[in-house]
C-alpha cells in the first residue's frame, strides 16, 4: 500500500463501530476502511452511500448488483475490490465458473440478456474512452425502467469511486476468494 492505516486506536471513536461490524462480517477490518477512515468525515460519507446502494429493497437483485462491481473493479484494476467483490458474488449463489467468465461476458453464454445489458453499461460508463451511447442505452431500456437504471448508475458511479481510490493506492487483496486472480 502506498499510505498506511494509522493505529485502530488513533481512529476517532464513533468509526470503532464500523470496524467491529467489519471484523463480524469479514473476520478483520478491511484495509481499504482503514485508509478512507483517514479522513473521517470522507469515510462516513462513503459507508452513507454504499449502504444505500447495497440495501436489500435495491430494485437491483443482489447477483446483478454484485456482477457490475466485479466488473468495474476488474476494469480499474483493483485487486482489493475484485477479490472482496469476487467472493460476495459466489455467496450470492453465482458459479465460480460464471465469475471466472466474467472479463469475457459477451462471449460467455453464462450471462442472461439482462445482464449482459448492465455490464455493458458499467463497461461504457466506466471506460473514459468509450462513453455511453444511444445503442447502449437503449439496451438497458428494454430491460430496467428508469429507476432501476439511475439505481445501476449510481451503482457503477460508487464502484468506480472505490476502485480507482484502493487502486491509486495499492490496496491489496485480502484473501476473500480463492479464485485466480484477472490480469
Given at each position: 500500500?502506498?499510505i ?120 461504457a ?44 493506492l ?14
Amino acid at each position: 500500500m502506498r499510505i498506511n492505516p494509522k493505529e485502530h486506536s488513533d481512529y476517532p471513536w464513533y468509526l470503532r463501530p464500523f470496524f467491529w461490524n467489519q471484523r463480524r462480517k469479514y473476520g478483520i477490518v478491511l484495509e481499504a476502511a482503514l485508509l478512507w477512515a483517514r479522513s473521517p468525515k470522507l469515510f462516513l460519507g462513503v459507508v452513507i452511500l454504499y449502504g444505500m446502494i447495497d440495501r436489500k429493497r435495491s430494485p437491483l437483485n443482489p447477483v446483478l448488483r454484485s456482477l457490475v462491481t466485479v466488473l468495474v473493479s476488474q476494469i480499474n484494476s483493483c485487486s482489493f475490490c475484485v477479490d472482496l467483490n469476487s467472493a460476495i458474488l459466489l455467496k450470492r449463489g453465482v458459479s465460480e465458473a460464471m465469475v471466472e467468465a466474467l472479463p469475457n461476458w459477451r462471449e460467455s453464454d453464462l450471462f442472461e440478456p439482462s445482464q449482459k445489458a448492465a455490464l455493458c453499461y458499467a463497461d461504457a460508463v466506466t471506460k473514459y474512452d468509450r462513453g455511453v451511447d444511444n445503442k447502449i442505452f437503449a439496451e438497458l431500456q428494454k430491460y430496467f425502467d428508469d429507476d432501476t437504471i439511475v439505481e445501476l448508475t449510481g451503482l457503477i458511479a460508487f464502484q468506480n469511486l472505490s476502485s480507482k481510490f484502493n487502486s491509486a493506492l495499492d490496496v491489496p487483496a485480502q484473501g476473500f476468494c480463492q479464485l485466480p486472480p484477472v490480469s
